[in-house]
């Protein structure tokens, strides 16, 4: 079996780990994985560290197209994991002649388009990685039914990659008693609005405790801006991308996920699998992995208030602390597996050659 993945994305975020963790379980079955992804990008970099073929897109919607056309026929099916990587796979199909399957990881209503249209009734298969994402996509879309398969967190890659020494440089480095954080991309979806909104009142009792956002993103001028406004300079950090994820997330006292929306949230799965608590936004996928009072606690989506409230409880009621992280990290190791999502997607693939 012989697969071709496609990712468009310019960076790196939770779709491209899950991608990565994909291909690598794949090939321990026999499965020949290639990756179409920008030319230049961290994914390609990683792919080719691992020994796996890249295919280099431009980003050009019609260029990328015909790359499709011609080097799809090498394959045996395409396996789409971004929008616009959808619309060149299903756009090329014609060419290569070959099925597409789709994993959609957002909860937002897909436009209402004649491309769109076309695209969902020209896919073999679409997948849904929350109950959220999938009931989203049965409204929108009543004559498909996709398939659930949930982002996954590689425990032993994750847990592997804690350096202690490193963990403790972190900390001192940002000298926040507590440390607050996030890993999150600086986009609209993610709302670090609402975090810094709650950062506020937070140190208003907590005055020694520092926030940090790990991420990158568009919106970097217009929330230094706000935190400056808010006058929490050098209390609120926006760190930037980081590429030792399991030390910096482990180097938190409270991960805390503010989105508008989640398809599922890979980073709390992470911050879950390192027994570090979470507090999060009421939305998406989110619920799945994050239930109230049991492995997190949930507040409603931008209601700096609630999450403000959400963080001091956590902070203060240590007992609460360390359940909520136990019965985090078990629903992580028995739900959320890499080799349990790498074997709904084999599966997958062979009912959709068959």
Not at 61 to 74: H, Y
Request: hydrophobic share 40%; proline share 4%; aromatic share 6%.
């Amino acid at each position: 079996m012989k697969i071709l993945h496609v990712d468009t994305e310019k960076g790196w975020r939770g779709g491209e780990q899950q991608l990565l963790y994909l291909i690598r379980g794949l090939r321990e079955k026999g499965v020949e994985c290639a990756v179409a992804c920008r030319g230049g990008s961290e994914l390609e970099r990683r792919c080719r560290e691992e020994g796996f073929k890249t295919v280099p897109l431009k980003g050009n919607q019609t260029s990328d197209i015909f790359r499709l056309a011609v080097i799809g026929k090498e394959f045996n099916l395409i396996h789409a994991h971004s929008a616009k990587a959808h619309t060149v796979s299903v756009l090329s199909k014609g060419f290569h002649k070959r099925p597409v399957v789709y994993t959609r990881r957002v909860d937002y209503v897909p436009k209402r388009n004649f491309l769109t249209e076309l695209k969902y009734r020209k896919t073999d298969r679409v997948i849904a990685i929350s109950r959220a994402v999938r009931d989203v996509l049965r409204e929108r879309f009543p004559y498909i039914e996709p398939t659930v398969i949930p982002s996954a967190v590689d425990l032993e890659e994750v847990e592997g990659g804690v350096d202690g020494k490193r963990v403790e440089e972190i900390r001192r480095e940002l000298a926040g008693e507590p440390l607050i954080g996030t890993l999150a991309a600086l986009t609209h979806q993610k709302d670090i609005p609402n975090l810094i909104e709650a950062a506020a009142t937070v140190l208003r009792e907590l005055p020694k405790a520092k926030f940090v956002v790990f991420g990158e993103g568009k919106l970097r001028g217009e929330l230094q801006k706000l935190i400056e406004e808010k006058g929490l300079k050098g209390k609120f950090l926006l760190y930037g991308f980081v590429k030792e994820v399991p030390n910096y997330t482990k180097a938190l006292d409270l991960f805390v996920l503010p989105s508008r929306n989640e398809g599922l949230g890979s980073s709390i799965l992470i911050a879950m699998a390192l027994k570090v608590p979470v507090v999060a936004t009421k939305v998406g996928g989110t619920v799945e992995a994050v239930k109230e009072g049991e492995t997190g606690l949930l507040v409603p989506p931008s209601n700096p208030e609630a999450l403000a409230g959400a963080i001091l409880r956590l902070l203060k009621e240590r007992g609460l602390r360390e359940r909520l992280t136990e019965n985090a990290y078990r629903l992580v190791r028995e739900r959320f597996s890499v080799e349990s999502m790498v074997n709904s997607y084999f599966k997958l693939y062979g009912e959709v050659l068959r």
